[in-house]
């Protein structure tokens, strides 16, 4: 789901990645982000935003999780401030006052499977690997598999998209989702042996911004220049996809990562636009969406319709800055 260039066993990294940020997440005046993954060219438009609120006085650290599991529990435990991912059954299941409040991305992915694989009918009963469990690959797959009637055999999990196509091209795994990028990626190197079968037609929220409420009802104008400035990236990238590389080598963003990811930072946000991966509107209209899609994937209880967005989303912050900047 998330793109990492390579695993990583520990249990979180600390990311400087040349963004200029410390190592001590207690400092005084920052803002604590949790990322539910390695920072990647995936999240490079967050980071430029990341960036833009920096020079508009919004001090920030960045911590690179393991595990979004472990980035959502660091939010609950006051370790971080805000998090990345999508937090929705554990607020659901625990009550603790986490809400979303800015949709980073949203959740389009495509099933590639190997040729001997000519319909869904053909994957009963067959291995299929995921990206980790209880997140949106998983969910799109079981909402699949209750379309097409049918389950899947052993599930397996294998972090990161690049790394499931790799896997792929070597034969070790047959069928799996992947994101935009990486399925463009598979098919330019192996498209004479697999092939995508028909996924999920209405995109919903991979990857939200989420805190608990109280921090963001007591940090109002932080959250309001970070809202403003994730708007104003988002739809600056909407616009012109190369302002992403020409923001990263202005600010020496992601330095750290190989060259040959680096090289595709104005392919994928080109691709980016086309999928519509990135919403210029923040997410305001996808809470509905969402619950109707991860209550038929079996990650919510339902119906989608009892659910309340309030429950779920703190939306002032978007609201207020769509007021501000207009809606797109």
Known sequence: MKMSWKNFSVLFVVVSLALGIGVN????????????????VETLCFLVALDR?????????????AKEELAIQAIINGQMDIGVGTPYSVIQKTKVPIRNFYQMSKLIFFAVVSKEYKTWKDLDGQPFTFHARGTGTEAIGNIIAKREGINFGQRSYVPGSENRIIAMTKGQIKASIVDLANKNKLMSMAGDRFHILPGVTDPVTDEALFADINWLKKNKQTVAILTEELLKTWREMTADPTIMDKERKKRNLLSDLPKELLAEVDKFYKDAKEGELYDPNGGLNAPKVDFEFYVNAGQMTGPAESLKVEDFWYLEPLETAIAKLGKY
Request: glycine share 10%.
């Open 25 to 40: 997440a207690q400092a005084a005046g920052k803002v604590r982000v949790a990322l539910g993954d390695v920072a990647s």
């Open 53 to 65: 609120a920096k020079d508009r006085g919004v001090s920030y650290e960045l911590t690179a999780f």
